[in-house]
């Protein structure tokens, strides 16, 4: 696809197909059905998440990070696991609901697993602290994955080690981004994370709607959120 203007629409006619009200399986099918374009397309978006989420989840995590073992859930094609590859982590662990974007990461060869589940119905297919880091990035939004998944972000991270979320700050999702924010929330208060970084950006990827364009910019700002996993506190004998 040519990157100029008739690109960007046709990515953005894709993407409001992909934001359409339809059920999680119709969802993952249209994702099977992008897999193969989904890279050059998320490109001309200028679709900047995996590489920040990489860039800060290394800002946080500084020691020894090629023996650091990663969950990327909703890994996609696996554009998360190569940025995080840029800055030094090496064992990758990933899982999402679409066949066809699962092969376009087994191409890459940088995952020693891949596991296909649908998120949000279930519980993730992995022991309890398992995991140093679990990212999560471009999947929180609304009509993917539900708030409801954020425990188990939680229980399958070892205790001290990081959970990195990204979501879009763009008017369209900021009901879902006050839920996910809720949820946060709630974790922290029961003391079963802390926070380590939040760092919002302004321009997170181009907007993909007329209404979603300001005068002052043509991208949509998201957000980065990593916690660190509390240890359980000693029972009071
Ligand atoms: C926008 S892509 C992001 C992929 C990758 N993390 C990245 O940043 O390039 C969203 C991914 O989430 C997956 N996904 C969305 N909702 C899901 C769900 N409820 N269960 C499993 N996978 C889901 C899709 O199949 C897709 O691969």
Known sequence: MANNGEGLQQVRDIIAAAHKDCSLSEKLQFYDQWATRYEEDVTILDYKAPR???LALA??????RES???????CGTGRVAQELHHCGFN???GLD???GMLEIAK?????????????GQEQLPYESEKYDAVVIVGALSDGQVPVSVLPELLR??????????TTRSNISNLQYKAELEEGISSLQNKRLWEEVLVQE?????????????TQKSDYIPGVIYIFRKMSPLPIAS
């Open 52 to 54: 920040l989420a990489a």
């Open 59 to 64: 800002s946080v995590c500084l020691l020894n």
């Open 68 to 74: 650091k073992l990663v969950l990327d859930i909703a």
């Open 91 to 93: 064992l990758f662990h």
């Open 97 to 99: 609901g679409s066949a």
């Open 107 to 119: 191409k890459k060869d940088l995952y020693q697993e891949l596991k296909q589940s649908m998120l």
């Open 156 to 165: 399958v991270t070892k205790s001290g080690g990081f959970v990195c979320m």
């Open 201 to 213: 950006v302004q321009q997170w990827e181009k907007a993909t709607s007329d209404k979603e364009i």
